[in-house]
């Protein structure tokens, strides 16, 4: 009888153990994702317009995508190097050349492809626009293709460029102790994994007696 009790428990430790790391493997994950992007996106800006990253995030700040992409969404963008292997329907992200909005980056869906004189051109418009842009996109003015969005992680990313520096000045502390904690807590779970082996051990031996 002893013996399925421990057998309950060790199941039961077990099962809390995987739910605990599986919580504090996400929520590091979710802190490293937010750093990156808030640095990632200042390297993008010191870098200037033709600067084309093979990953690159945006946050949408106006309503032209809705109700596909609402704002404070981000999109995930990934650098096409074969302009053929865009698509009408594909969302791209882009620096506009437009008169309206010239060198802004504008995020909008393909609804035509144009070749002429060996370029690429895109006729884009927003899902929430009545008309296409003015301009039609040239490839080498295309960032990217939209391949993933999330939903209202721009706030995040709001609040973070607004504490600025003294934010960062308590997130790297707090990594520091976080890894501190992650290495005693990896040495705490190889050891109760001993102690544990001793008892069951001993139960088993007791049993047998």
Not at 29 to 46: C, D, E, K, P, R
Not at 102 to 126: A, D, L, Q
Not at 159 to 183: A, C, M, R
Request: aromatic share 12%.
């Amino acid at each position: 009888m002893k013996k399925d009790n421990n057998g309950k428990k060790s199941v039961f430790r077990m099962i809390s153990d995987i739910i605990s790391w599986t919580i504090f493997a996400l929520l590091m994950l979710v802190a490293a994702f937010l750093i990156y992007y808030v640095i990632a996106t200042n390297i993008y800006a010191s870098k200037g317009e033709k600067f084309k990253p093979i990953i690159s995030l945006y946050t949408i700040i106006s309503g032209s995508m809705l109700p596909t992409i609402k704002v404070y969404d981000v999109v995930v963008n990934l650098r096409i190097d074969d302009p053929a292997k865009l698509k009408e329907g594909d969302v791209i992200t882009f620096i506009s050349q437009s008169k309206i909005n010239y060198g802004e980056t504008i995020t909008h869906r393909i609804n035509k492809i144009t070749y002429e004189n060996g370029t690429y051109y895109f006729t884009t418009k927003g899902d929430n626009n009545l008309v296409p842009d003015e301009s039609p996109v040239e490839y080498g003015n295309v960032i990217g293709k939209v391949i993933l969005k999330i939903p209202q992680l721009g706030q995040a990313q709001f609040f973070l460029l607004k504490q600025g520096s003294k934010l960062f000045l308590v997130l790297i502390p707090s990594f520091g102790i976080l890894i501190y904690d992650l290495l005693k807590m990896l040495n705490l779970f190889d050891t109760k994994k001993k102690v544990d082996k001793s008892l069951e051990e001993k139960d088993n031996k007791m049993s047998k007696e």
